[in-house]
């Protein structure tokens, strides 16, 4: 999508200098726009744990380059294949862990390893594996393109129904493009309607403790022009209340069989607020956000918990506030579920589907 | 309370000084502990709209003190009486407009009218002024103590319950202490189940955008030695879902006929969630919260729409920091209204009562 009106993607690899890829680095948005190169899997590692590099579509497509990384590594590190291979393992569990709770670096990974793991001849390994992170971004954008032009379907019927007047969206967290490769999850319906000229306005909820709604959000959503209002994460059931919101788009860290939800914290919340005004609640996602392996959201995904340095402090350096009470203990709870039963569709790239077992299982066969 | 250990009120009138009235600035706190003197309406009027002074039943008292200002300048800039009055009212209106969503301002304001409009001779009429400012203050410390006592009861049973494991209490925004007098309304049974030795543990939601919760509630719970954790508004859901909160406690900023309940931002989504993991969600506030005039919370109530700044900074002077997109627009509502059938019950100086015209209105005649 557009930044300063010129085309960008999140991350992308540049065959100019080997090894290397370049991201867009979103600790820096929306105050200063920066690329930074990255040069080994350790640092694709950093990049996802401190969220140079965020979203669970692209955290899977970093966490897959890092594989490249760890690839062309074990080829300069070892020249005995077991060790290779043993390298390999270690940096794929290494980066499994910069982020425990998105299903996607896992299911990216996996892809990229199943992709090489018959190939002898290293440096065809290597290409490969390259091959393959570089396949699953361009599928994600393709996903996401596809996830928008069908979520646009809803937004264009409650365009008809209000008869021109904006179709208003709340949306919490970032689930745009610069949490995926392009066009975004959430985001895209929202893209793809405001393509067509539909009338729209968006709610951006700001989402502590980071913000990546007021910060990366409401960015992106200005750079494309899209109607839009930051509010905390507090008001957004109170415009609920108030009439003002037509439809919850979110975004998805990991989906659950039954169709559980594990998103940013506080999507929940949102979700609640959404059901008890009788406001259609979508999460839009790939299929590959969907963790078939389990079931129950509250007790099988594990919860990410960081700094609380997060909530205790606001800007860097000698901007840094405190805003918390000294001596007082905090603690960072960075994802919450959304239980099935608030969720009026999932859309996916394979079409909109209930957030229900059956439903969800026949996406695998589509 | 205490403060280091020193007993305080947040809000006293000094005869020393004539005419002069104390309090606690709280945006100060919780960094810097300092008391400022008020000597006029107009500076009555600073301090709630600037919040030195908040809390809906100290911002009360805080307007029966801007009255009495009121009285003692009527005297001093007119002879005549129907021009002292004329000033009277012109100062009532612009108290009230300070803060426009709590009822108690109007509640002590026309309490204190009340108590003076029949006394002629104008030195009398201020000394009574003074007199009725004064004892709201120490009607609502009492109020509070008795809410204390009438909420610690619901503490016991979840105590026994739990054979000594601590009770865990959520609560929003600030409704201790700081916010009324003395002992608080929310905080009240937290502090009398405390002096009685029963554990506890309270998670602090940090309450966006000024941050009462991680900031007061944080700050007097520390001093008061009470086991708490500040969270995001985001994860009062969360630890909810993972069975982590016994019952919730918050204030209330207005209550209407029917028992809806007007509060902080974001009470509204607590609330929700409370209700759907079966928590017990009390709110607690003395009778003069209870606006007998109003029946349906949302319709009827004027919501205060605060600054946006209060949003796009944190921090101030050189170290004030942008949180939100430059260019994007933001809202900043400052209350929202938690619908009666979500609240389990109203804690009082006269009881606990159900949210319920029939029994809210019995309170008026106990």
Redesign the interface.
């Known amino acids: 999508m557009l930044i300063n009106k010129k085309y960008y993607r999140t991350i992308w690899n540049d065959s100019k200098k080997y090894p290397s890829v370049y991201a867009i680095d979103q600790n820096l948005l ?2 200063k726009f920066k690329t930074f190169r990255i040069k080994s899997s350790d640092e694709i590692f950093s990049a996802i744990k401190n969220m140079n590099v965020r979203g669970a579509p692209l955290i899977g497509v970093a966490a897959a380059y890092g594989i490249y990384f760890a690839c062309v590594e074990a080829k300069l590190k070892y020249k005995r294949v077991k060790e290779r291979w043993n390298y390999i393992q270690k940096k794929y569990k290494y980066l499994l862990s910069a982020r425990p709770t998105s299903v996607n670096p896992k299911w990216a990974m996996d892809k990229t390893l199943d992709a090489v793991k018959n190939i002898c001849d290293f440096d065809e390994l290597i290409f490969k594996a390259l091959e393959t992170a570089k396949m699953i971004a361009d599928e994600d954008a393709e996903n996401c393109r596809i996830i928008g032009e069908t979520g646009l379907e809803i937004l264009k019927k409650i365009s008809l129904k209000k008869k021109g007047k904006p179709v208003s969206i709340l949306t919490h967290c970032n689930a745009g493009w610069l949490a995926c490769i392009d066009y975004g999850t959430a985001a895209s319906p929202v893209y793809a309607a405001a393509s067509l000229g539909i009338p729209l306005h968006v709610w ?1 909820e ?4 980071r ?1 990546q709604g ?3 959000t ?2 992106e ?2 750079q494309m022009n899209i109607p ?12 609920m ?2 009439g003002l919101v037509d439809i919850v788009l979110t975004g998805a860290d990991r989906i659950t069989a039954r169709g559980d939800v594990c998103n ?3 999507t ?3 979700a ?2 959404a059901y ?1 005004n009788k406001i259609p609640f979508y999460v839009c996602a790939p299929v590959s956000s969907i963790d078939f392996s389990i079931r129950n959201g ?1 007790n099988e995904i594990e ?1 990410e918990e960081r700094s609380n340095e997060e ?1 205790i402090y ?3 350096g ?16 960075a ?3 959304t239980p099935a039963r608030l969720i009026n569709g999932i859309i996916t790239e394979k079409g909109i589907t209930k957030p229900d077992k059956n439903k969800i299982s026949k996406l695998f066969h589509i």
Chains 1, 2 share one sequence.
């Not at 700001?206 to 403790?209: A, C, G």
């Not at 839009?228 to 415009?239: E, F, Q």
């Open positions: 929306p105050f951006v700001e989402t502590r403790p913000n007021a910060k990366l409401a960015f959503l200005g839009h209002t930051i509010i905390t994460d507090n008001a957004g059931g109170y415009v209340q108030k940013k914290i506080g929940y919340k949102t609640l607020s008890d509250l919860i909530i606001a800007g860097e000698k901007k840094r506030t405190r805003l918390t009470s000294p001596g007082s203990p905090v603690r960072n709870f994802f919450d579920i």
